[in-house]
Antibody
């Protein structure tokens, strides 16, 4: 069964840092691009970042460029999102999703940025 | 950046109704569009890919059409489990962009 499981969310103060992880199983992780998407409380979906299968291409939403960093470890079948200089407006559930088709998604991990 | 304009933002319907949701892209995205269903507290689920291809396991009452800039998701006969929020996503280029969502309510 293809599965993605996020972890690492929590409460952090503005300006703080957090690292999210997404553990992949049930498919050949190294063959797929991967994505992070977030959803603020009661809001729609916002694409955050994507990384190609070999990490050669990385893309970010303008809203997170320079503060969030996506990476992957194919040996560990893991996707990461390093989040620095966090802002209140970064509060959201963060999902990882597989490939260009964004299928499947993990269950999400909640990041709350608040003083 | 490509803007995805989705309509309506909310829709009231009844079991058995036929409903249509649209997404319009601000530029040609070929057929690089997916439709997703999200239920409260759950992750989105892919329904349609390539604008018109039904994802495995998705009921045949769901259908997608369109190419270029105009796309449609149709549910031919609403079932109780279909009441949810629906999003479109373009993966033609970066930045990826979602429609604003359509909340389908009874």
């Amino acid at each position: 069964e293809v599965q993605l499981v996020e972890s690492g969310g929590g409460l952090v103060k503005p300006g703080g840092s957090l690292r999210l992880s997404c553990a992949a199983s049930g498919f050949t992780f190294s063959s797929y691009s991967m994505n992070w998407v977030r959803q603020a409380p009661g809001k729609g979906l916002e694409w955050v970042a994507s990384i190609s299968s070999n990490s050669n291409q990385i893309f970010y939403a303008d809203s997170v460029k320079g503060r969030l960093s996506i990476s992957r470890d194919s040996a560990k079948k893991s996707l990461s999102l390093q989040m620095n200089s966090l802002r209140v407006e970064d509060t959201a559930v963060y999902y990882c999703a597989r490939g260009d088709l964004f299928d499947p998604w993990g269950q999400g991990t909640l990041v709350t940025v608040s003083s | 950046a490509i803007q995805m304009t989705q309509s309506p933002s909310s829709l009231s319907a009844s079991v058995g109704d036929r409903v249509t949701i649209t997404c319009r892209a601000s530029q040609d995205i070929r057929s690089d569009l997916g439709w997703y269903q999200q239920k409260p507290g759950r992750a989105p689920k892919l329904l349609i890919y390539g604008a018109s291809s039904l994802e495995s396991g998705v009921p045949s009452r769901f259908g997608g059409s369109g190419s270029g800039t105009d796309f449609t998701l149709t549910i031919s006969s609403l079932q109780p489990e279909d009441f949810a929020t629906y999003f479109c996503l373009q993966h033609y280029n970066y930045p990826r962009s979602f429609g604003q969502g359509t909340k389908l309510e009874i």
